[in-house]
């Protein structure tokens, strides 16, 4: 299994910026794509950014050039900066981790964390 751990949600006024850390702990054997997600109140779960294990990145075209996502393969941790905060960025964000445990054997599945709130409000 692999538990998620995210921190750094908050709230935040409009323009301003928010860190957010996932570090993924458990039987890793590797970890593949990270990613984060976000639900805003009566919408569907989308998907932000995503980060492969060799760090090419892709982004939701909404927060392009205001998010940048990033990771540190040495701690399993996976970060998104985000900068111009605007209200409506306003959601839970959720990690999202794509690993192959070992634990009796080899097993590939998808993980989530339990979410961090983001509030962009004046």
């Known amino acids: 299994q692999v538990q998620l751990v995210e921190s750094g949600g908050g709230l935040v006024q409009p323009g301003g910026f928010l860190r957010l850390s996932c570090a993924a702990s458990?039987?890793?054997?590797?970890?593949?794509?990270m990613g984060w997600y976000r639900q805003a109140p009566g919408k569907q779960r989308e998907l932000v950014a995503a980060?492969?294990?060799?760090?090419?990145?892709n982004y939701t075209d909404s927060v392009k050039g205001r998010f940048t996502i990033s990771r540190d393969n040495a701690k399993n941790t996976v970060y998104l900066q985000m900068n111009s905060l605007k209200p409506e960025d306003t959601a839970v964000y959720y990690c999202?981790?794509?690993?192959?445990?070992?634990?009796?054997?080899?097993?590939?599945?998808?993980?989530w964390g339990q979410g961090t709130q983001v509030t962009v409000s004046s």
């Open positions: 458990g039987s890793i054997f590797r970890l593949f794509a």
């Open positions: 980060i492969t294990s060799g760090g090419s990145t």
């Open positions: 999202n981790a794509d690993a192959l445990t070992v634990r009796g054997g080899f097993t590939r599945s998808d993980y």
